[in-house]
């Protein structure tokens, strides 16, 4: 079974879906795998690596798309809003397709990849469960751009981060305020620290309160509780416009008094809530910064502009995409060993394993013979259930 390796050509995207390293891995359990020359070398990989490790070098993309049984993307057509379309021609009756597909994105790109007869998996599916663990590339991405919004704060703030005593009398320790306890969150605030800021964070999941203060960080209370806070998933539920307008209003004195904001408040399939105000905003003192996570979707901050940074009322809001495509070598690197870890779960004795009693398959498994099987984004898109849905529902 041959496994595919196209360059991405998302702008800007300097990662790669499979590296050198995890090649021999592949080779063991007989796959073979073909890279479209130079997809690697932004991050850092170079051609001969590859080579060096087993794979087979083709420069023409299209060759990559013809050979290959299994497609290894990081940004796939769906998530590619740009330029992912391009792509499309080259898919194949039957080919499997594996990365980011934005599966709670558009329908409509969902069903063109299904009408060409791809056998799609989007990661964003993967379950939180232990054994998907190693396979779960949004969490690893996730903790990229945790690490790199502070090192970006860091690097905007007028301050620096630690307490310093010195000949000039003590410098105080920067403040960050980390909103929405997440993978990236909990990443920020563990780089926060290691800078020798003093940390704290606010997420509406009680559960949350705990992995902040291990990792030293201050959990902020606010006097209102959050209906259904989380969802079997782990994730935050949306809430209604009156519980965020009521959390705003709570949240305005730890923002005020905060130096840099990371905001990385985000649900799945749904607009981020807006929890930074513009008065939030003119309230922090000049020099500040806010870095939104949330921004591809609109953004946690009401100043924001994705893909921007921007100055407002003195305070520096920093709406960059693609976070994790900027720490490019270490990025690919993570995103590479969760996709080989599911490639060999998902292949055996040199088949695809579409299992749908695996949960593993059954929650990533988005596109099938020109259907989009995948019960969760049906329902997300108000698609009647497929035959067989409800004896599956019924079984689990």
Same mark, same amino acid.
């Given at each position: 079974m041959i496994i595919g390796v196209p360059r991405e050509i998302f702008p800007g995207e300097r990662r790669v879906a499979l590296v050198p390293g995890v090649l021999p891995n592949l080779a063991k359990a007989g796959l073979q795998v073909v890279v479209e020359a130079g997809a690697g070398v932004e991050a850092g990989y170079p051609d001969a690596d590859y080579a060096a490790k087993g794979a087979k070098l083709v420069s023409d993309r299209a060759e990559v798309f013809r050979s290959a049984d299994i497609v290894t993307q990081i940004l796939c057509h769906g998530s590619n809003d740009k330029t992912g379309k391009a792509d499309v021609p080259y898919f194949k009756n039957g080919q499997a397709l594996v990365g980011f597909l934005r599966p709670l994105g558009s329908l409509e790109t969902i069903q063109e990849i299904a009408a060409k007869g791809v056998i799609s998996f989007s990661v964003e599916l993967m379950p939180r469960t232990t054994r998907a663990q190693s396979m779960d590339a949004l969490s690893s991405m996730g903790t990229i751009c945790g690490y790199k919004a502070v090192i970006l704060a860091a690097d905007k703030l007028p301050r620096i981060f630690p307490m310093l005593t010195t000949a000039a009398g003590t410098i105080t320790p920067g403040r960050v305020l980390v909103i929405g306890a997440g993978v990236a969150g909990l990443q920020a605030i563990a780089t926060a620290r290691r800078l020798g800021a003093v940390a704290s964070a606010y997420d509406l999941r009680p559960a949350a309160k705990e992995q902040v203060q291990s990792l030293g960080g201050r959990f902020v209370e606010l006097p209102i509780e959050?209906?259904?806070?989380?969802? &079997?998933? *782990?994730y935050a539920r949306a809430q209604d416009e009156s519980f965020y307008q009521r959390q705003r209003e709570l949240l *305005?004195?730890? #923002?005020?008094?905060?130096?840099?904001?990371?905001?990385?408040? #985000?649900?799945p399939g749904k607009k981020p809530p807006v929890l930074v105000t513009k008065e939030m905003v003119a309230s922090m003192a000049p020099g500040s910064v806010i870095v939104d996570l949330a921004s591809e979707r609109g953004g946690n901050c009401e100043l924001t502009r994705p893909g921007e940074i921007v100055v407002e009322h003195g305070v520096t809001i920093i709406g960059w995409l693609n976070l994790a495509s900027t720490v490019p070598y270490h990025a690919s690197q993570m995103y590479a060993k969760n996709i080989s870890s599911f490639l060999l779960h998902l292949v055996k004795d040199n088949k695809l394993q579409l299992n749908l009693e695996d949960e593993i398959v059954r929650d990533t498994l988005l596109t099938r013979g *020109?259907?989009? #099987?995948?019960?969760?984004?049906?329902?997300?898109?108000?698609?009647? &259930?497929l035959a067989g849905e409800a004896k599956e529902v019924a079984k689990s």
């Open positions: 959050a209906k259904d806070a989380q969802d &079997a998933r *782990g *305005g004195k730890a #923002v005020a008094d905060s130096d840099v904001v990371i905001s990385a408040a #985000v649900i *020109g259907e989009v #099987v995948n019960a969760r984004v049906r329902e997300f898109f108000g698609l009647p &259930a």
